[in-house]
């Protein structure tokens, strides 16, 4: 692993130079690290550099204290690409991270080859249940909320069946910095991309989970019916889908980007 010092922040990155044509960089999820893509790497390896990070104020990037915007997470991966001097990348981000996906999409497509989001809306919930969330894991932490982080994250087949993976992931999530979760819940609260999202010019995979009651497919539905030149996956998950059904959803990322 890797830091990148930068004007407002440090970013913790694993930069695989496998050597290939093309990089494909991963935008973790909210209260997930770099680590939620560990089950694509060998696989993608294949065919792809591959550039993960943690979002700021997660895992070992820097936490800043207040609000971040989904604009400042998408300039910290422009920056990050700058420093690696790598001019284009496929881009993955799975529901905060999809979000960061649509800025760079809208704002920033000249560094752009193809566009994955996955798990994520043009508006992820509304105002009063971010503002509830904030103000419950501020007073009460972050083990108060992971039984319905469960919930909202793996069907009920996946956690019976996979319990001690699940387990892994939620233990990440409840060392994520509380400051560094309180900031992005107020980036994704504030993000509205209903207008803008249409300006989306890279070819775009949209990733949905037909379990998936965050984000759900008509979430999916509108993204592509938004955003030209589009198309839509479903996948049988709940939210977090690249670990729930982790090798169809590296199969579509391969044969996505390669054709």
Same mark, same amino acid.
């Given at each position: 692993?890797?830091? =990148?010092?930068?004007?407002?922040?440090? !970013?913790?990155?694993?930069?695989?130079?496998?050597?290939? %044509?093309?990089?494909?960089?991963?935008?973790?999820?909210?209260?997930?690290?770099?680590?939620?893509?560990?089950?694509?790497?060998? +696989?993608?390896?294949?065919?792809?550099?591959?550039?993960?990070?943690?979002?700021?104020?997660?895992?070992?990037?820097?936490?800043?204290?207040?609000?971040?915007? *989904?604009?400042? +997470?998408?300039?910290?991966? +422009?920056?990050?690409?700058?420093? +690696?001097?790598? %001019?284009?990348?496929?881009?993955?981000?799975?529901?905060?991270?999809? !979000?960061?996906?649509?800025?760079?999409? =809208?704002?920033?497509?000249?560094? !752009?080859?193809?566009? *994955?989001?996955?798990?994520?809306?043009?508006?992820?919930?509304?105002?009063?249940?971010?503002?509830?969330?904030?103000?419950?894991?501020?007073?009460?932490?972050?083990?108060?909320?992971?039984?319905?982080?469960?919930?909202?994250?793996?069907?009920?087949?996946?956690?019976?069946?996979?319990?001690?993976?699940?387990?892994?992931?939620?233990?990440?999530?409840?060392?994520?910095?509380?400051?560094?979760?309180?900031?992005?819940?107020?980036?994704?609260?504030?993000?509205?991309?209903?207008?803008?999202?249409?300006?989306?010019?890279?070819?775009?995979?949209? =990733?949905?989970?037909?379990?998936? !009651?965050?984000?759900?497919?008509?979430?999916?539905?509108?993204?592509? %019916?938004?955003?030209?030149?589009?198309?839509?996956?479903?996948?049988?998950?709940?939210?977090?889908?690249?670990?729930?059904?982790?090798?169809?959803?590296?199969?579509?990322?391969?044969?996505? =980007?390669?054709?």
């Amino acid at each position: 692993m890797s830091k =990148i010092k930068m004007q407002h922040t440090t !970013l913790n990155y694993v930069f695989d130079d496998f050597k290939k %044509e093309q990089t494909i960089v991963f935008s973790n999820s909210l209260g997930t690290d770099l680590t939620m893509w560990d089950k694509q790497v060998e +696989l993608l390896g294949q065919e792809f550099n591959i550039l993960r990070y943690d979002t700021r104020g997660h895992g070992k990037s820097k936490v800043v204290e207040g609000e971040y915007s *989904i604009e400042m +997470l998408g300039k910290d991966v +422009l920056d990050l690409l700058d420093y +690696l001097k790598i %001019e284009k990348v496929n881009f993955c981000g799975l529901s905060i991270g999809g !979000l960061t996906g649509q800025w760079l999409g =809208i704002h920033a497509p000249e560094r !752009l080859n193809k566009l *994955i989001i996955c798990n994520t809306a043009v508006k992820i919930g509304n105002k009063e249940g971010w503002n509830s969330r904030i103000d419950a894991v501020r007073q009460n932490g972050l083990n108060s909320i992971v039984s319905g982080t469960q919930e909202r994250w793996f069907t009920t087949e996946f956690v019976t069946e996979n319990k001690a993976e699940v387990d892994a992931v939620l233990a990440t999530f409840v060392q994520t910095p509380l400051a560094g979760y309180i900031s992005c819940c107020a980036a994704v609260r504030d993000a509205d991309f209903t207008a803008e999202v249409s300006k989306i010019s890279a070819p775009t995979l949209i =990733i949905s989970g037909t379990e998936d !009651l965050v984000t759900t497919i008509k979430d999916g539905d509108f993204l592509m %019916e938004k955003i030209p030149n589009s198309i839509l996956a479903a996948l049988k998950t709940a939210h977090i889908s690249n670990i729930e059904e982790a090798d169809d959803f590296t199969k579509l990322l391969i044969e996505f =980007i390669k054709n």
